[in-house]
């Protein structure tokens, strides 16, 4: 599935983001089985806080749809880039003197250089 293009129906082996909660994103492959970590082909059933989701009951429907889980609810959303962002994991990032040494070396910075340092945090 990409990203420059919409569909309005969810097909096999689509891409699509369950949206759960505002701090809950999950990308999900909509396929009927998947490989278990013995590697054995099961039925694709994922598994969230708010209980189960069948992955193969999204086929055919519409993205936006409000999905049951077994003890809540859930919303299957287009893949958009903001929403694959959002539901990466973020980390903080430390740099050590060495590390910034490297990166001062490769913007080739001198005394009178004007920097621009914008955080996300």
Known sequence: ?????????????????????????????????TLSKKGVEVENIF????????????VGKKFGTKVSLSKGYAYVL????????????HRTQILYATDIAMVILQLELK??????????G
Not at 13 to 30: H, Q
């Open 47 to 58: 598994q969230t806080k708010y209980g189960a989701l069948k992955v193969s009951d999204l």
């Open 1 to 33: 599935m990409s990203f420059s293009t919409y569909k309005e129906v969810i097909e096999e082996n689509d891409f699509a983001m369950l949206y759960v909660n505002f701090s809950t994103i999950i990308p999900i492959r909509v396929t009927e089985k």
């Open 111 to 120: 005394p009178g250089c004007v920097v621009v340092e914008s955080g996300t």
């Open 78 to 89: 287009h893949p958009t880039p903001e929403l694959w962002t959002k539901s990466l994991p």
